[in-house]
Protein backbone atom coordinates (compact mmCIF):
# COMPACT_ATOMS: atom_id res chain seq x y z
CA UNK A 1 0.00 0.00 0.00
CA UNK A 2 2.59 2.20 0.51
CA UNK A 3 4.79 1.61 -2.79
CA UNK A 4 5.36 5.02 -4.35
CA UNK A 5 6.35 2.90 -7.55
CA UNK A 6 9.88 3.42 -9.06
CA UNK A 7 9.73 7.43 -9.25
CA UNK A 8 12.54 8.92 -8.55
CA UNK A 9 11.25 12.72 -9.35
CA UNK A 10 12.37 14.70 -6.13
CA UNK A 11 9.43 16.30 -4.14
CA UNK A 12 11.23 19.69 -4.22
CA UNK A 13 11.65 19.14 -8.21
CA UNK A 14 8.11 18.20 -8.38
CA UNK A 15 7.02 21.35 -5.77
CA UNK A 16 9.13 24.06 -8.35
CA UNK A 17 6.44 22.45 -11.27
CA UNK A 18 3.33 23.22 -9.16
CA UNK A 19 4.59 26.37 -8.96
CA UNK A 20 4.95 27.31 -12.04
CA UNK A 21 2.11 28.08 -14.14
CA UNK A 22 3.51 26.12 -17.51
CA UNK A 23 4.12 23.46 -15.81
CA UNK A 24 1.03 22.59 -13.12
CA UNK A 25 -0.48 19.75 -15.28
CA UNK A 26 2.96 17.90 -14.97
CA UNK A 27 3.60 18.55 -11.07
CA UNK A 28 -0.16 17.01 -10.45
CA UNK A 29 0.53 13.76 -13.19
CA UNK A 30 4.06 13.32 -11.31
CA UNK A 31 1.80 13.84 -7.52
CA UNK A 32 -0.11 11.24 -9.01
CA UNK A 33 2.08 8.73 -10.01
CA UNK A 34 4.23 9.01 -6.46
CA UNK A 35 1.62 9.95 -4.21
CA UNK A 36 -2.07 9.13 -5.99
CA UNK A 37 -1.95 5.26 -4.40
CA UNK A 38 -1.25 6.08 -0.50
CA UNK A 39 -3.70 9.29 -0.61
CA UNK A 40 -6.09 6.77 -1.88
CA UNK A 41 -5.68 4.55 0.83
CA UNK A 42 -5.20 6.71 3.05
CA UNK A 43 -9.00 8.57 2.15
CA UNK A 44 -10.39 4.76 1.80
CA UNK A 45 -9.34 4.15 5.54
CA UNK A 46 -11.04 7.03 6.82
CA UNK A 47 -14.28 7.14 4.89
CA UNK A 48 -14.02 3.25 3.65
CA UNK A 49 -16.44 3.31 0.61
CA UNK A 50 -14.68 3.15 -2.87
CA UNK A 51 -16.66 6.24 -4.05
CA UNK A 52 -16.72 8.51 -1.49
CA UNK A 53 -12.71 7.64 -1.31
CA UNK A 54 -12.68 8.47 -5.31
CA UNK A 55 -14.77 11.93 -4.89
CA UNK A 56 -12.34 12.95 -1.69
CA UNK A 57 -8.97 12.13 -3.56
CA UNK A 58 -10.42 14.19 -6.85
CA UNK A 59 -10.99 17.21 -4.41
CA UNK A 60 -7.75 16.86 -2.86
CA UNK A 61 -5.89 17.27 -6.12
CA UNK A 62 -7.94 19.78 -7.39
CA UNK A 63 -7.51 21.52 -4.23
CA UNK A 64 -3.66 20.79 -4.71
CA UNK A 65 -3.82 22.93 -7.48
CA UNK A 66 -6.03 25.75 -6.45
CA UNK A 67 -4.09 26.42 -3.53
CA UNK A 68 -0.37 25.56 -4.46
CA UNK A 69 0.90 28.72 -3.68
CA UNK A 70 0.22 28.50 0.04
CA UNK A 71 2.81 25.28 0.21
CA UNK A 72 5.78 25.82 1.91
CA UNK A 73 8.82 24.12 1.51
CA UNK A 74 9.29 24.16 5.48
CA UNK A 75 7.32 21.15 5.40
CA UNK A 76 7.57 18.03 2.93
CA UNK A 77 5.54 17.88 0.13
CA UNK A 78 3.83 14.24 1.35
CA UNK A 79 2.88 15.96 4.41
CA UNK A 80 1.47 18.74 2.97
CA UNK A 81 -0.51 15.93 0.71
CA UNK A 82 -1.74 14.49 3.45
CA UNK A 83 -3.30 17.26 5.05
CA UNK A 84 -5.58 18.20 2.29
CA UNK A 85 -6.53 14.52 1.74
CA UNK A 86 -7.22 14.43 5.46
CA UNK A 87 -9.22 18.13 5.38
CA UNK A 88 -10.82 16.35 2.00
CA UNK A 89 -12.14 13.34 4.16
CA UNK A 90 -12.98 14.72 7.21
CA UNK A 91 -15.08 17.43 5.22
CA UNK A 92 -16.83 14.16 3.49
CA UNK A 93 -17.54 12.74 6.93
CA UNK A 94 -18.98 15.91 8.23
CA UNK A 95 -21.25 16.25 5.36
CA UNK A 96 -22.47 12.76 5.97
CA UNK A 97 -23.02 13.17 9.41
CA UNK A 98 -25.10 16.45 9.27
CA UNK A 99 -25.63 19.07 11.64
CA UNK A 100 -27.37 16.97 14.59
CA UNK A 101 -24.44 14.16 14.82
CA UNK A 102 -20.26 14.71 15.30
CA UNK A 103 -18.00 13.17 12.31
CA UNK A 104 -17.50 10.16 15.27
CA UNK A 105 -21.47 9.43 15.65
CA UNK A 106 -20.42 7.91 11.84
CA UNK A 107 -18.55 4.89 13.57
CA UNK A 108 -20.97 2.24 13.08
CA UNK A 109 -22.29 3.15 9.64
CA UNK A 110 -18.67 3.09 8.43
CA UNK A 111 -18.50 -0.42 10.39
CA UNK A 112 -21.20 -1.84 8.43
CA UNK A 113 -19.79 -0.43 5.16
CA UNK A 114 -16.61 -2.53 5.90
CA UNK A 115 -18.12 -5.82 5.18
CA UNK A 116 -20.21 -4.50 2.13
CA UNK A 117 -16.72 -3.40 0.42
CA UNK A 118 -14.65 -5.91 1.51
CA UNK A 119 -13.25 -8.12 -1.76
CA UNK A 120 -14.94 -11.48 -1.24
CA UNK A 121 -11.90 -13.12 -0.73
CA UNK A 122 -10.59 -10.69 2.42
CA UNK A 123 -9.14 -12.50 5.06
CA UNK A 124 -11.83 -11.79 8.37
CA UNK A 125 -8.84 -10.42 10.56
CA UNK A 126 -8.45 -8.09 8.15
CA UNK A 127 -12.00 -7.11 7.67
CA UNK A 128 -12.06 -7.01 11.46
CA UNK A 129 -9.53 -4.59 12.02
CA UNK A 130 -10.84 -2.28 9.90
CA UNK A 131 -13.95 -2.23 11.32
CA UNK A 132 -12.66 -1.80 14.75
CA UNK A 133 -10.47 1.70 12.84
CA UNK A 134 -13.91 2.29 11.68
CA UNK A 135 -15.50 2.93 15.17
CA UNK A 136 -12.24 4.93 16.37
CA UNK A 137 -13.05 8.96 16.68
CA UNK A 138 -11.24 11.02 14.08
CA UNK A 139 -8.33 12.05 15.41
CA UNK A 140 -7.42 8.16 16.69
CA UNK A 141 -8.42 6.92 13.33
CA UNK A 142 -6.12 9.45 11.58
CA UNK A 143 -3.20 9.33 13.79
CA UNK A 144 -3.52 5.44 13.90
CA UNK A 145 -3.77 4.86 10.15
CA UNK A 146 -0.80 7.23 9.67
CA UNK A 147 1.33 5.83 12.11
CA UNK A 148 0.62 1.88 11.57
CA UNK A 149 0.04 1.83 7.39
CA UNK A 150 1.97 4.91 6.17
CA UNK A 151 5.08 3.94 8.67
CA UNK A 152 4.81 8.13 9.79
CA UNK A 153 7.06 9.49 12.77
CA UNK A 154 5.06 11.39 15.03
CA UNK A 155 6.52 14.73 13.39
CA UNK A 156 5.36 13.67 10.18
CA UNK A 157 1.86 13.34 11.68
CA UNK A 158 1.81 16.48 13.57
CA UNK A 159 2.56 18.12 10.44
CA UNK A 160 -0.42 16.63 8.82
CA UNK A 161 -2.62 16.82 11.82
CA UNK A 162 -1.55 19.59 13.85
CA UNK A 163 -1.84 17.76 17.61
CA UNK A 164 1.21 17.88 19.89
CA UNK A 165 3.52 14.88 19.64
CA UNK A 166 2.32 13.90 22.96
CA UNK A 167 -1.23 13.70 22.29
CA UNK A 168 -0.83 11.99 19.25
CA UNK A 169 1.38 9.43 21.15
CA UNK A 170 -2.10 9.15 23.43
CA UNK A 171 -4.41 9.12 20.52
CA UNK A 172 -2.45 6.10 19.08
CA UNK A 173 -2.03 4.21 22.78
CA UNK A 174 -5.85 4.14 22.53
CA UNK A 175 -6.61 3.27 19.07
CA UNK A 176 -3.97 0.56 19.31
CA UNK A 177 -6.10 -0.70 23.15
CA UNK A 178 -9.37 -0.09 21.36
CA UNK A 179 -8.78 -2.11 17.99
CA UNK A 180 -6.97 -4.68 20.26
CA UNK A 181 -10.24 -5.52 21.89
CA UNK A 182 -12.46 -5.24 19.35
CA UNK A 183 -10.57 -8.27 17.66
CA UNK A 184 -10.54 -9.91 20.28
CA UNK A 185 -13.46 -9.81 21.30
CA UNK A 186 -15.08 -10.58 17.61
CA UNK A 187 -12.62 -13.07 16.36
CA UNK A 188 -14.11 -16.46 16.37
CA UNK B 1 -6.20 -12.12 29.83
CA UNK B 2 -5.83 -12.84 26.24
CA UNK B 3 -3.55 -10.27 24.35
CA UNK B 4 -2.92 -9.66 20.34
CA UNK B 5 -0.16 -8.72 18.64
CA UNK B 6 -1.55 -6.04 16.15
CA UNK B 7 2.34 -6.46 13.99
CA UNK B 8 1.82 -9.56 13.56
CA UNK B 9 -1.41 -8.68 11.19
CA UNK B 10 -0.83 -8.26 7.15
CA UNK B 11 -0.82 -4.48 6.14
CA UNK B 12 -2.83 -5.50 3.29
CA UNK B 13 -6.18 -3.97 2.77
CA UNK B 14 -9.59 -6.16 2.40
CA UNK B 15 -10.81 -3.57 0.21
CA UNK B 16 -9.60 -3.59 -3.82
CA UNK B 17 -8.91 -0.53 -6.05
CA UNK B 18 -10.56 -0.94 -9.72
CA UNK B 19 -7.72 -1.25 -12.28
CA UNK B 20 -6.86 1.87 -14.06
CA UNK B 21 -8.16 3.69 -11.13
CA UNK B 22 -5.63 6.06 -10.68
CA UNK B 23 -4.79 6.59 -14.27
CA UNK B 24 -8.23 7.58 -14.97
CA UNK B 25 -8.48 9.69 -12.36
CA UNK B 26 -4.76 11.66 -13.19
CA UNK B 27 -6.33 12.14 -16.68
CA UNK B 28 -9.62 13.64 -15.02
CA UNK B 29 -7.66 16.11 -12.92
CA UNK B 30 -5.82 16.93 -15.18
CA UNK B 31 -8.54 17.69 -17.68
CA UNK B 32 -10.66 19.64 -14.71
CA UNK B 33 -7.51 21.76 -13.96
CA UNK B 34 -6.59 22.25 -17.59
CA UNK B 35 -10.74 23.83 -17.76
CA UNK B 36 -9.61 25.78 -14.89
CA UNK B 37 -6.97 27.41 -16.29
CA UNK B 38 -8.84 28.12 -19.19
CA UNK B 39 -11.59 29.89 -17.03
CA UNK B 40 -9.16 31.97 -15.48
CA UNK B 41 -7.49 33.03 -18.53
CA UNK B 42 -10.90 34.43 -19.94
CA UNK B 43 -12.01 35.87 -17.08
CA UNK B 44 -8.86 37.73 -17.07
CA UNK B 45 -9.52 38.56 -20.66
CA UNK B 46 -12.85 39.70 -19.69
CA UNK B 47 -11.35 41.77 -16.75
CA UNK B 48 -8.59 43.49 -19.31
CA UNK B 49 -11.35 44.54 -21.38
CA UNK B 50 -13.47 45.51 -18.62
CA UNK B 51 -10.33 47.89 -17.70
CA UNK B 52 -9.60 49.07 -20.83
CA UNK B 53 -13.29 50.08 -21.61
CA UNK B 54 -13.33 52.32 -18.40
CA UNK B 55 -10.41 53.60 -19.46
CA UNK B 56 -12.02 54.38 -22.63
CA UNK B 57 -14.92 55.94 -21.21
CA UNK B 58 -12.91 57.98 -19.07
CA UNK B 59 -11.04 59.28 -21.83
CA UNK B 60 -14.42 60.14 -23.89
CA UNK B 61 -15.85 62.13 -20.97
CA UNK B 62 -12.66 64.32 -21.22
CA UNK B 63 -13.06 64.90 -24.99
CA UNK B 64 -16.71 65.36 -24.80
CA UNK B 65 -17.93 69.11 -25.69
CA UNK B 66 -19.60 69.71 -22.30
CA UNK B 67 -16.01 68.54 -21.09
CA UNK B 68 -14.23 70.91 -23.63
CA UNK B 69 -12.49 68.86 -25.87
CA UNK B 70 -13.50 68.91 -29.13
CA UNK B 71 -12.41 71.20 -31.01
CA UNK B 72 -15.79 72.75 -32.98
CA UNK B 73 -14.85 75.21 -36.07
CA UNK B 74 -16.65 78.54 -34.96
CA UNK B 75 -18.40 80.59 -36.97
CA UNK B 76 -15.10 82.88 -38.21
CA UNK B 77 -13.47 80.15 -39.32
CA UNK B 78 -16.68 78.83 -41.07
CA UNK B 79 -16.68 81.88 -42.85
CA UNK B 80 -13.12 81.84 -43.55
CA UNK B 81 -14.07 78.58 -46.27
CA UNK B 82 -13.95 79.33 -49.92
CA UNK B 83 -17.49 80.02 -51.26
CA UNK B 84 -18.32 76.91 -53.88
CA UNK B 85 -18.31 80.05 -57.07
CA UNK B 86 -13.82 80.31 -56.01
CA UNK B 87 -14.00 76.91 -56.29
CA UNK B 88 -15.55 76.17 -59.58
CA UNK B 89 -13.56 79.06 -61.46
CA UNK B 90 -10.19 77.79 -60.10
CA UNK B 91 -11.49 74.12 -61.74
CA UNK B 92 -9.92 72.85 -65.00
CA UNK B 93 -12.33 71.57 -68.25
CA UNK B 94 -11.75 68.16 -67.07
CA UNK B 95 -12.83 68.74 -63.27
CA UNK B 96 -15.78 70.74 -64.40
CA UNK B 97 -17.02 67.95 -67.02
CA UNK B 98 -16.64 65.43 -63.53
CA UNK B 99 -18.68 68.50 -61.11
CA UNK B 100 -21.60 68.84 -64.10
CA UNK B 101 -21.61 65.06 -64.48
CA UNK B 102 -22.20 64.47 -61.13
CA UNK B 103 -24.65 67.25 -60.54
CA UNK B 104 -26.90 66.04 -63.14
CA UNK B 105 -26.78 62.88 -61.81
CA UNK B 106 -27.77 63.96 -57.93
CA UNK B 107 -29.96 66.52 -59.20
CA UNK B 108 -28.32 69.04 -57.78
Redesign the interface.
Known sequence: MNSQGSLSVSDESIARLLCDDNHVEEAVRLIMKKYGEPLYWHIRRMVVAHDDAEDCLQETMINVYKYRSTYSNEYPLSSWLYKIATNESLKLLKNRSGFTMSVDDLGDSLKDSVREEASPDADETLILLQEAIALLPAKQKMVFNLRYYDDKSYEEIHQIVGDSVNTLKTNYHYAVQKIKDYILEHQL | M???D?ES??????????EH??DD??E???A???K??KHRVERRIVALFASAASVAAVALLFLHPFGGGFDIPDYESISQCASVDEVLQNMTADELGVYSMMSNYYGN
Open positions: KDFLLSREMPYRMPFLMTRVVQIGQR
